[in-house]
């Protein structure tokens, strides 16, 4: 039998004991790393809740909350719209005007609406729109509302009796909400006008733009009326909530490098799953 005093013995039970460390460290980590995001995942479901009910109490919209909801409003969407234009512009060229072409090209200008339809308004404007919202105002919420909790604030308006829930979430998630819904139409409206400007330049289609829009809306089921608008919606909703609520979860230990990169990849995260569940429902 080995001798338990051997140095080889002795060294081979080290290296399993570092490897047994080594790979218990690696599971707590990933044991914390899905604790959080499970956590922030109720407390989204939770908060989604709490601001639909409380937006339908009269008392919770104070001259305060007024306020706030209104100059979050303007600031995304007078912020926020040559952004949104210009993008849409841009998808206009790159996108809608090579599906004019390339459906003209092979004799397939009849499916030129629900092309337009189905690929450019209901899943790549609620994208780029959400990362768009994400990326100036989302941010800037995460940002704000970080350095207010982690600097004390948060819990001073706790102490003397101000809700941080209804002064600063629930309006600001729902100007959100009325943005992404504006500047989606806004994005989806100049990316038509585009590609079809680009697509007349060009001598690909002849017809007149009412009759290209008369197509795209023919193109339209019932059903679109209803879940395009509802996209939009959600997409602008949840990146406000998202990007209100990492703020607001910050911990004493976190600076804004450690604050913006995870703001950043939970509301890309949140933007997509909306998008796949949406696209999964259809």
Avoid at 56 to 78: G, K, L, P
Wanted: charged content about 15%; hydrophobic content about 50%; some cysteine.
């Amino acid at each position: 039998m080995p001798d338990a005093h051997d140095p080889l013995v002795a060294g081979r039970r080290a290296r399993r004991v570092s490897v047994l460390e080594w790979g218990q460290r690696k599971l707590a980590w990933i044991g914390r790393l899905t604790r959080r995001q499970a956590r922030f995942m109720l407390i989204m479901l939770g908060a989604s809740w709490g601001v639909i009910y409380e937006s339908f109490r009269a008392h919770s919209w104070r001259r305060t909350v007024r306020y706030e909801f209104v100059s979050t409003m303007n600031s995304i969407i007078r912020g926020g719209l040559v952004a949104t234009l210009f993008a849409g512009v841009l998808t206009g060229l790159a996108a809608v005007s090579q599906v004019i072409y390339w459906l003209g090209l092979t004799g397939l200008a009849k499916m030129t609406g629900s092309i337009l339809i189905n690929v450019v308004v209901r899943e790549i404007a609620p994208i780029l729109v959400g990362v768009l919202l994400l990326g100036r105002n989302g941010m800037l919420s995460t940002t704000e509302l970080g350095l207010l909790t982690i600097g004390g604030e948060i819990r001073s308006m706790q102490a003397v009796g101000v809700d941080p829930f209804l002064l600063l979430v629930m309006p600001r998630t729902l100007a959100f909400t009325v943005a992404g819904f504006t500047l989606g139409i806004l994005f989806s409206f100049a990316s038509l006008v585009t590609g079809y400007v680009m697509s007349r330049i060009s001598g690909v289609i002849t017809n007149p733009v009412w009759t290209f829009f008369d197509d795209v809306v023919t193109a339209m089921s019932g059903a679109d009326y209803v879940v395009i608008p509802l996209k939009f919606i959600t997409v602008g909703f949840v990146v406000g909530l998202g990007g209100c609520l990492t703020g607001l979860t910050a911990t004493n230990t976190d600076t804004l490098r450690s604050l913006l990169p995870r703001g950043f990849s939970r509301g890309m995260l949140i933007v997509m799953v909306v998008s796949v569940l949406f696209s999964l429902e259809l």
